[in-house]
């Protein structure tokens, strides 16, 4: 009798554990999933989470015969214009695709118009020198991507 009292109370203590473990994850993403009226100001949401968005795909240019020393001076800079739009909150995401087809990357930019996208392109020093070339597309998509930027900032070891 002692031995199934004993078995019992081990029972609904992991029961009781266990339920107390699925309450708290519940309560989690009951919290997370609620609706936050500052944060979505912030990031200038609809009532569906989502924002207007410009997207770039960069690729390849008809000017890509620069010398070595060129190339690594044109990237740096075209590096710099990247920090230099992302700092200013103008560009959300950045970054290339692997391979080495022509299609070399993309840029989100945080604009309303495409004129807009069109003159930020402009001040790329690659584009400029038509190393890369912009195809410019309207996109909708979640307002939490202008929150990638500061959590990106918080992840990296090393700066670009």
Known sequence: MKKLAAILVILISIISCGESKTNNIEKEVKSENTYNEELSKKYEAD????KRYVIAFLKRGPNRNQDSITKVKLQKAHMDNINKLATNGK???????????DLRGIYIFNVKTLEEAQQLTETDPAIKAGSLIMELKEWYGSAALMAVNDIH????KIKI
Do not use: E
């Not at 560009?91 to 087809?101: H, W």
């Not at 900032?153 to 990296?156: D, L, Q, T, Y």
């Open 153 to 156: 900032k918080s992840i990296a």
């Open 91 to 101: 560009l959300v995401l950045a970054g290339p695709f692997f391979g080495n087809d």
């Open 47 to 50: 009532d569906y989470g989502m």
